[in-house]
Antibody, heavy 119, light 106 residues
Framework: EVQLVESGGGLVKPGGSLRLSCAAS????????MNWVRQAPGKGLEWVSS????????YYADSVKGRFTISRDNAKNSLYLQMNSLRAEDTAVYYC????????????WGQGTLVTVSS | SYVLTQPPSVSVAPGQTARITCGGN??????VHWYQQKPGQAPVLVVYDDSDRPSGIPERFSGSNSGNTATLTISRVEAGDEADYYCQVWDSSRGVFGGGTKLTVL
């Protein structure tokens, strides 16, 4: 069974940092691009970042560029999101998700981890 | 940046057909994916590449895409279909989601 499990969320003060992790299992992690997608409380989905299978291609949403860094460790079947200079508007549930196929459908998604940025 | 526009809400009686639109500039030239999200749960893919269904998704879910509008159609709507639905495309290698549509089953 394909499974994605996020961890690392929590309460952090504005300007602080946090590192999210996503543990993948049930598929050949090193063959797939991965993504982070977030959802602020009561709001819609927002794509945050993606990384190709070999980390050759990395993209960010303008809202996080320069503050967030996506990375992966294929030997550990793990995806990461280093979040620096956090703002209140970064408060959200962060989902780890795989994309695949020529059309890059996003499936499956993890259960999400909540990040709260507040003083 | 590319923008996808969805109606905030759609209401339909059980057994009827629900249509949720997703507007974008020349969206017909892109592959559109649709996700269903129920309260407190992660999104689930229900239609991909405009009109294909993942295994396990009922045939009642279908999609189309042409011109400036993509449409998710849910036939014979059931109470369990009540959820938020999001369309999604890739633009210049960046993911773009619509604002989401809340489907209410009356």
């Amino acid at each position: 069974e394909v499974q994605l499990v996020e961890s690392g969320g929590g309460l952090v003060k504005p300007g602080g940092s946090l590192r999210l992790s996503c543990a993948a299992s049930g598929f050949t992690f090193s063959s797939y691009s991965m993504n982070w997608v977030r959802q602020a409380p009561g709001k819609g989905l927002e794509w945050v970042s993606s990384i190709s299978s070999s980390s050759s291609y990395i993209y960010y949403a303008d809202s996080v560029k320069g503050r967030f860094t996506i990375s992966r460790d294929n030997a550990k079947n793990s995806l990461y999101l280093q979040m620096n200079s956090l703002r209140a508007e970064d408060t959200a549930v962060y989902y780890c998700a795989r994309d695949w196929g020529a059309a890059r459908l996003i499936d499956p998604w993890g259960q999400g981890t909540l990040v709260t940025v507040s003083s | 940046s590319y923008v996808l526009t969805q109606p905030p809400s759609v209401s339909v009686a059980p057994g009827q057909t629900a249509r949720i639109t997703c507007g974008g500039n020349n969206i017909g030239s892109k592959s559109v994916h649709w996700y269903q999200q129920k309260p407190g749960q992660a999104p689930v893919l229900v239609v991909y590449d405009d009109s294909d269904r993942p295994s396990g998704i009922p045939e009642r879910f279908s999609g189309s895409n042409s011109g400036n509008t993509a449409t998710l159609t849910i036939s014979r709507v059931e109470a369990g279909d009540e959820a938020d639905y999001y369309c999604q495309v890739w633009d210049s290698s960046r993911g773009v989601f619509g604002g989401g549509t809340k489907l209410t089953v009356l």
